[in-house]
């Protein structure tokens, strides 16, 4: 058999070591020794451009999928693997696994041509090997690949060139030796009111054998009132788990007391070495659970094992690729060397050289996250804080105690995307802001903060000029609140939803109506709002123009604007220079499900931008002062203990 230590010249034909014929699924006996990654097709219901997740049809036609594991390939096609979800991402492997090669097995018949190629860090891509089959039985090839030169990136994957149909009857990607350990693995999803979407997950799991078998114990933390057990194929998937399956209704404590929940099942009450915590409302790939697994068995030390996100309503586009945290300002951004948004519909792993490049991240996003027992017991348990900034602290404190975190190519979900939805100014707001400064007392290495305070009065003064009251209200409650100190977060925690939401209520902006038709017709006409629609672009227009907005904030209403608004504006146009210079608008919501009118008041932006001034004033003099606090409370907040506790307190039923 032909390895990378022998590579043959490009166009030499290889004699392939023909082993034995497996059945399905089955390891083939040979060098493999672990599964590590199955090559998926497409479902039949995949659109074309999603359908370029797992096939490059390059001069192939329409392969025509037998199932997830096998495809029809008709003759005189080139059909390539190089695919998000069916490439092998070599560079995550060489970087943080034991292993020094892996092994791909290709089972065939027909008479083809398999090569296999590589990519470098650039992008530039290479023929590695390949071998011949001149069609009669089916018959398996095995290449052992070397991954050495791997450090700063690069994938592997292969091509098959037919001459007459041919059938791919199954491919997977193993480890030739033994894992550093054989996890036993927990699945933890939160949910709340969205009984459906959290049975679809479970279906997911249950459906393929090889995944279910691979599961110690699923647990769903239940936290609304309509519940997962109703549900219509509950029962289905209760009876494939069997005693394997919990579900524990609680009150709603958010993500970070939802997760937590699955957690402390996981590591306090089994014996389950690693722990995936799942998004409610996602689609899974379900090897991306099988490769979550594989990776943290061969980790050369425990680490937390993500998954990437993918938009989930436009399914063949990678949404992010890793994140980390900005320690000048401590916010999160996408890592360095990344490419958000990038369709695979549009551009093909071969075609996107910046997807070639090895990415290093501070954290994986909770929507998908393996944590491995050693870490937990090190670390402990969330803050507690119900939703946001939970993971980001997480994988941030997991690094500082030698923890690092990998966000894995082709191990993957798909979520609603960032640009789907506005949860920083909606009620979420007072989470974003609360748990960013408790993250960031915790972690910050700036004695102040850094740019921190001096952005968020910028953003406050944007949400003002937005006319967004109800978000900058959010923000003060949440400066007081941090402020208070940890002691409260976890008697605060079951109430501060609702909390959050009457402040916001508070406020017109904050307040959801159906349509715009149900206020009268906006009084400005579309000719007279063109010169309001002009674009600042030069540092000279964009102070004017801002001079000018804060001007007009505080200058009188005229009281014709406060029943009719002046524009209806959807949301990509609702821009800080056009609503600056206006009395009254309705914009539309991110999701598309309604408007909110919102109304300029220059009591309220005086109050407001006061208000903002002097808290963030305060916050940064006593900074070094909460910092301690925060700190010396870290312990208490995170153990299983004080959790267990707390758990006790809110009352859980186990169905």
Request: include cysteine; charged fraction near 25%.
């Amino acid at each position: 058999m032909t390895t990378t230590d022998e590579i043959a010249p490009p166009d030499a034909p290889v004699s392939p070591e023909v082993v034995s014929e497996p059945t399905a699924e089955d390891l083939v006996p040979g060098r493999a020794v672990e599964l590590l990654q199955r090559v998926l097709m497409p479902r039949p219901a995949d659109q074309l451009k999603v359908r370029s997740l797992y096939l490059d049809e390059v001069n192939a036609g329409r392969v025509r999928a037998r199932d997830r594991f096998s495809a029809d390939v008709s003759a005189a096609s080139e059909l390539s693997f190089a695919t998000y979800f069916n490439a092998f991402p070599a560079s995550y492997w060489r970087r943080w696994s034991v292993l020094e090669s892996v092994v791909l097995q290709v089972t065939i018949s027909g008479t083809c041509r398999v090569d296999v190629y590589r990519s470098k860090a650039d992008g530039e891509s290479m023929h590695i090997t390949g071998a011949t089959h001149e069609g009669g039985d089916e018959q398996t090839f095995e290449f052992e690949l070397d991954l050495g030169p791997f450090i700063d990136g690069g994938w592997y994957w292969f091509d098959v060139t037919t001459e007459e149909d041919t059938t791919v009857h199954r491919a997977a990607w193993y480890a030739p030796q033994a894992p550093v350990e054989q996890p036993r693995l927990g699945i933890g999803i939160c949910t709340y009111n969205r009984p459906v979407d959290a049975v679809a997950a479970l279906t997911a799991l249950v459906e393929d054998d090889t995944v279910r078998e691979a599961l110690h114990l699923v647990t769903v933390a239940d936290q609304g009132n309509n519940h997962v057990r109703d549900a219509a194929h509950y029962p289905q998937v209760a009876a494939a788990l069997g005693d394997r399956l919990r579900i524990v209704e609680q009150p709603n404590l958010g993500g970070s007391g939802g997760f937590a929940r699955t957690m402390y099942e996981s590591f306090a009450n089994s014996d389950v070495t690693h722990h995936i915590l799942l998004d409610d409302d996602i689609q899974l790939e379900p090897d991306s659970i099988l490769r979550a697994r594989a990776f943290a068995a061969y980790c050369r030390k425990p680490m937390l094992v993500g998954g990437q996100m993918l938009a989930l309503q436009d399914r063949s586009v990678l949404h992010t690729m890793g994140e980390i945290v900005d320690r000048s300002n401590f916010f999160w951004r996408n890592a360095p060397n990344t490419e958000y948004f990038h369709d695979f519909g549009e551009h093909s792993l071969r075609e996107s050289p910046d997807l070639h490049r090895r990415i290093d991240v501070d954290y994986n996003g909770w929507w998908m996250c393996l944590i491995p027992r050693t870490v937990f017991e090190e670390i402990g348990m969330p803050l507690p804080v119900f939703i946001k900034w939970d993971d980001a602290e997480y994988g941030l404190r997991a690094f500082a105690a030698g923890y690092p975190t990998v966000s894995l190519p082709g191990t993957a979900i798909w979520h609603l995307s960032w640009g789907d939805k506005d949860d920083a100014s909606d009620w979420q707001a007072y989470f974003h802001i609360r748990n960013r400064l408790i993250a960031a007392a915790l972690h910050s290495p700036h004695k102040h903060g850094g740019k921190l305070f001096p952005e968020m009065i910028k953003h406050d003064l944007r949400f003002l000029i937005n006319l967004q009251y109800s978000t900058v209200e959010l923000h003060q409650m949440a400066y007081r609140d941090f402020m208070a100190g940890p002691g409260h977060l976890f008697e605060g925690m079951a109430g501060s939803v609702g909390k959050a939401r009457e402040q916001r209520s508070t406020h017109p902006d904050g307040r959801v109506l159906p349509s715009s038709a149900d206020l009268p017709l906006p009084s400005m006409s579309t000719a007279e709002a063109i010169r309001f629609r002009r674009i600042p672009v030069t540092p000279k227009q964009i102070g004017t123009t801002l001079v000018k907005a804060i001007a007009n904030n505080v200058s009188p209403v005229d009281p014709a604007h406060r029943e009719v608004p002046q524009l209806n504006l959807a949301f990509q146009d609702a821009r800080w220079f056009l609503l600056a210079r206006l009395d009254s608008a309705t914009v539309g919501t991110a999701d598309g499900r309604g408007v909110t009118f919102r109304q300029r008041d220059p009591k309220t932006f005086r109050r407001l931008s006061a208000g903002s001034t002097q808290l963030l004033r305060q916050m940064y003099q006593e900074w070094p002062e909460l910092q301690r606090r925060y700190r010396e409370a870290a312990g208490e907040l995170t153990s299983m203990e004080r959790w267990g506790e707390a758990f006790e307190s809110w009352g859980s039923t186990r169905v």
